[in-house]
């Protein structure tokens, strides 16, 4: 009960932080299709992807959400969700994830 209910406050969190920075996207032109939010991956890279609201619900990526908020919180100074991994750790849970 304590995990679904852990899981349901980080689910939530991220979306209104997801809000908040698709206003800013598409204030600064880069539009977020409805029904996704952009992510970045490696910090020094800022590699930029998009990716579906439903992998919210998925575990192993909310373990990256999990990591980005020990590692950034959820007001990151760069004012945008990034993902502490490896670019080939993103593609590769992301990947199962389509799958």
Request: net charge positive.
């Amino acid at each position: 009960m304590g995990i679904r209910l852990q899981s349901a406050i980080l689910t939530k969190k991220v979306l209104k932080w997801c809000i908040l920075s698709e206003r800013e996207a598409i204030s600064t032109s880069l539009e977020v299709p409805k029904g996704f939010f952009a992510v970045y991956v490696e910090e020094s890279l800022r590699k930029r992807y998009v990716v579906p609201i439903s992998y919210l619900k998925q575990p192993s990526f909310q373990d990256l959400l999990k990591r980005a908020e020990e590692e950034f919180g959820f007001g990151h100074p760069m004012g945008s969700l990034t993902i502490p991994c490896t670019e080939d750790t993103f593609i590769e849970v992301t990947s199962r994830l389509r799958h």
